[in-house]
T-cell receptor
């Protein structure tokens, strides 16, 4: 069964400080991992996915198969990063996305 | 940039009544999805739809739920006889070819409140 765990419901970080949002997963198959972000009163937006190996808005995430983790990181937090962040997984080629419970990130000015 | 659009943004319905939530997926997308999020809980998969039929559904998607693509643009979720526990945010999503790893794009959601 697919499962995604985000252990932190809330995370507060000072502006300019590093950010790390944790995500662990369990799967049976070939996983594809995503981070979605939801800014206040806006829709869920794809932030990044592991197969792209991109850096979006300064965020990066590396898939660690040994630790079954896909933590989201940013070296210097900005106020506009305040949002709800969801880690999600599907088996490559499968439709169903399994979401974590989300982490609300607040950047303190 | 093309977007998934959902209507209405908020729907209030009496328990036992039927409700239809509407979605217009991105025009060249082939896969369509419904998810829901009960207040304070995680986003949960309900159903996926491809080639005019359900391709996968969750345990939540029981006989009270149905989906339809009545024309070339709309994708609807119907709840036949609503229950209090159906109160949630319902998100529609669409994607291109799943086999190519195309990501899902979400709409703004419809907040469904059952009285």
């Amino acid at each position: 069964a697919q499962r995604v765990t985000q252990p932190e419901k809330l995370l507060s970080v000072f502006k300019g400080a590093p950010v790390e949002l944790k995500c662990n997963y369990s799967y049976s198959g070939s996983p594809e991992l995503f981070w979605y972000v939801q800014y206040s009163r806006q829709r869920l937006q794809l932030l990044l996915r592991h197969i792209s190996r991109e850096s979006i808005k300064g965020f990066t995430a590396d898939l660690n198969k040994g630790e079954t983790s896909f933590h989201l990181k940013k070296p210097f937090a900005q106020e506009e990063d305040s949002a709800m962040y969801y880690c999600a997984l599907n088996n490559f080629g499968n439709e169903k996305l399994t979401f974590g419970t989300g982490t609300r990130l607040t950047i303190i000015p | 940039e093309p977007e998934v659009t959902q209507t209405p943004s908020h729907q209030v319905t009496q328990m036992g009544q039927e409700v239809i939530l509407r979605c217009v997926p991105i025009s060249n997308h082939l896969y369509f999805y419904w998810y829901r999020q009960i207040l304070g809980q995680k986003v949960e998969f309900l159903v996926s739809f491809y080639n005019n039929e359900i391709s996968e559904k969750s345990e939540i998607f029981d006989d009270q739920f149905s989906v339809e693509r009545p024309d070339g643009s709309n994708f609807t979720l119907k709840i036949r006889s609503t229950k209090l526990e159906d109160s949630a945010m319902y998100f529609c999503a669409s994607s291109g070819l799943v086999q190519e790893g195309q990501p899902q794009h979400f709409g703004d959601g419809t907040r469904l409140s059952i009285l």
